[in-house]
């Protein structure tokens, strides 16, 4: 949505039209997306979507499944491509 409705909203369209799908089309809608600072962006929110649900599960009671779920955000987070 960021690069969509920025001034490269109309290359990145014409990309994800493509058909078909191969890793030449997936490579280059990952290079427009890290071109328009996309990708840190969503880097930027997604790091502060789990940090507020850390924050909302603190208020729960320590325990096992907890830790995981925790675990897990920051994983998904924090995951290399």
């Known amino acids: 949505v960021w690069t969509l409705a920025g001034k490269r909203g109309d290359e990145l369209r014409s990309l994800l ?3 078909p ?6 490579a280059d809608v990952l290079r427009l997306l890290e071109s328009t ?13 789990v940090q507020d649900a850390q924050a909302a599960l603190s208020a729960l009671p320590p325990s ?5 779920l925790a675990a897990l955000a920051q994983a998904l987070v924090h995951r290399v491509r």
């Open 17 to 19: 039209e493509r058909r």
């Open 37 to 49: 600072g996309a990708l840190a962006y969503a880097a930027r929110e997604a790091t502060k979507l």
């Open 64 to 68: 096992p499944q907890l830790d995981t």
């Open 21 to 26: 799908v191969d890793d030449k089309v997936v």
